[in-house]
């Protein structure tokens, strides 16, 4: 909760990963998706790029629901008492939204554009040896703007530095904005995120390929074969 304040429950930002609990949609979509939907596990289904088709979901900064509790079939104590429990939700009853235009496909692009490129000079690779980001930001002299690149191999540390979830979440093209105190940080992916300059990026190593499983097989046994 030290994440959000109530001054951003008038926020919104995008993101192409879909939330998953409350959520609104139009007649239109919703006609295009009731005959697929799945009875199970539909919040996965609504992730696939094959569902989305590069749609994205407009979030509020503030939470407009709660997690309800430790118990249930997914949840563990660990889990919830470290991600969840402190999770800020709005209760104000009347919130004015800010300027709608931002979160505007065109709009959005070019602020994330700016804002990566304002926070490039205080560049920051996850998992090297230096302060963490909240240090950073108790700090008399932080930045205003600091970016991360992550790999996924570096993001979990990263994460356990901010108290968030241990697998990128809520992100918009592999790229994520977090403000704590006065400082914004812009989490992106060095390998997939497209607002990083050219130096910052980091090329899938020369061996690498892509395995297809075969249907019910995991991801851990394909590549394993």
């Not at 992106?188 to 190593?205: C, G, I, M, N, V």
């Amino acid at each position: 909760d030290d994440l959000v304040s109530d001054e951003d429950a008038g926020r919104l930002f995008r993101t192409d990963f879909f939330p998953g609990l409350g959520w609104m949609l139009r007649r239109e979509l919703w006609q295009e998706l009731s005959p697929r939907f799945p009875l199970e596990h539909w919040d996965h289904w609504m992730r696939l790029r094959s569902t989305s088709k590069g749609r994205d979901c407009v979030v509020p900064m503030v939470s407009r629901n709660y997690n309800i509790g430790v118990n249930g079939a997914n949840m563990q104590s660990s889990q919830y008492n470290r991600y969840l429990k402190r999770i800020r939700y709005n209760t104000q009853a009347d919130v004015q939204l800010e300027d709608l235009a931002s979160v505007l496909s065109d709009a959005y692009e070019t602020s994330l554009h700016q804002l990566v490129a304002e926070a490039a000079p205080n560049h920051h690779a996850a998992g090297s040896e230096g302060l963490g980001p909240k240090g950073l930001a108790k700090r008399e002299d932080a930045p205003a703007h600091v970016l991360y690149t992550y790999t996924a191999d570096t993001f979990a540390k990263l994460a356990s530095q901010l108290g968030i979830w241990q697998v990128p979440r809520a992100t918009h093209r592999h790229t994520a904005v977090i403000r704590y105190r006065r400082t914004t940080f812009v989490l992106a992916s060095s390998r997939w995120s497209p607002y990083l300059p050219e130096q910052l990026r980091t090329s899938l190593p020369s061996e690498a390929f892509f395995a297809t499983g075969s249907a019910a097989q995991s991801c851990d046994s394909a590549c394993k074969a």
